[in-house]
């Protein structure tokens, strides 16, 4: 089985900073791809930007330039920094992982942190 674990969230004002991270812990044979996606409330979830094992990131168009992700391979762990932060960037954010384990590959998710930026 394999546990991914966010921690970072928090209330801060617009135009401020927070720092996001998620480990991975488990029966991991290989971690593919780390990610994170966010849901506001009455919104589809979406995806933020995701991070290959070599290190090549996507980021949506809204967090371009503000987001950072980053990871440690030998520590499967994965950031996200997120720098002037808007009012619309309040939501629950979610890691995502896409892992091998001796059962096989498999899209693991946490439970969540919320980030709430106040105007």
């Known amino acids: 089985q394999v546990q991914l674990v966010e921690s970072g969230g928090g209330l801060v004002q617009a135009g401020g900073s927070l720092r996001l991270s998620c480990a991975a812990s488990g029966m991991i044979v290989r971690i593919v791809n780390m990610g994170w996606y966010r849901q506001a409330p009455g919104k589809q979830r979406e995806l933020v930007g995701t991070i290959t094992t070599a290190g090549s990131t996507t980021y949506a168009d809204s967090v371009k330039g503000r987001f950072t992700i980053s990871r440690d391979n030998a520590k499967n762990t994965v950031s996200l920094q997120m720098n002037s932060l808007k009012p619309e960037d309040t939501a629950v954010y979610l890691c995502?992982?896409?892992?091998?384990?001796?059962?096989?590959?498999?899209?693991?998710w946490g439970q969540g942190t919320q980030v709430t930026v106040s105007s």
């Open positions: 995502n992982g896409l892992i091998s384990t001796y059962r096989g590959t498999g899209n693991y």
